[in-house]
């Protein structure tokens, strides 16, 4: 799998969209991204994905840009609920079966 | 839908010990995962199956390892014998064929070998 550049950590504050980034230089044509999230002694939980078109679904939008090479995650309107680590992945699917591989993520610390 | 279910959910026990770690995926789902997650490594794919057939161990850390997938709706990961620094929380995750990549995952089992 190609792998992610994210930065470390981020903070948003409580209201506002949270906008994290993630780098993927080396991501080929038929890889898409996913972006996972992972609460605090919690599973961690699926967000969005997209191959090349800019995703939204009721948690986040995914802007990914043209060349392919980075993306944006949005939460629209951040909560203290969604402090957590996240995590982007680039990885081949499609209905394929192959286990995704998660790097360090960003820890996203959403303030009062 | 109850989701995927781990149990025990946390474990306990000494150096030399058999662990068995459990997981029921979500009925239906034909992939089931194991991750190992600790500070210093992350999250880190031990082994997945298709179908209930192994398709990639080369996570596992080492032969005291080992897992079974005896029937689509139930998997387990054992260790023995266990080591301190096996302590991790485990998750198993599951998916379906019909997703595109989405992994569905448990609450984790968390172990601590003294």
């Known amino acids: 799998d190609a792998k992610t550049t994210q930065p470390t950590s981020m903070d948003c504050a409580e209201g506002r969209a949270a906008n994290l980034p993630c780098n993927h230089s080396t991501i080929s044509g038929n890889e898409y991204v996913y972006w996972y999230r992972q609460i605090h002694s919690q599973g961690p939980q699926y967000i969005i994905h997209g191959l090349k078109n800019n995703e939204t679904n009721e948690m986040a939008s995914l802007i990914i840009t043209e060349d392919r090479k980075s993306s944006t995650l949005i939460l629209p309107h951040a909560t203290l609920r969604d402090t957590a680590v996240y995590y982007c992945i680039v990885a081949s699917s499609g209905g394929g079966a192959d286990g995704l591989t998660f790097g360090k993520g960003t820890h996203l610390i959403i303030q009062p | 839908d109850a989701g995927v279910i781990q149990s025990p959910r946390h474990e306990v026990t000494e150096m030399g010990q058999e662990v068995t770690l459990r997981c029921k995926p979500i009925?239906?789902?034909?992939?089931l995962f194991w991750y190992r997650q600790t500070m210093m490594r992350g999250l880190e794919l031990l082994i997945y199956f298709n179908n209930n057939v192994p398709i990639d161990d080369s996570g596992m850390p080492e032969d005291r390892f080992s897992a079974k997938m005896p029937n689509a709706s139930f998997s387990t990961l054992k260790i023995q014998p266990s080591e301190p620094r096996d302590s991790a929380v485990y998750f198993c995750?599951?998916?379906?064929?019909?997703?595109?990549?989405?992994?569905?995952f448990g609450e984790g089992s968390r172990l601590t070998v003294l």
């Open positions: 995750a599951s998916r379906s064929q019909q997703a595109s990549g989405e992994l569905f």
């Open positions: 009925s239906g789902h034909n992939s």
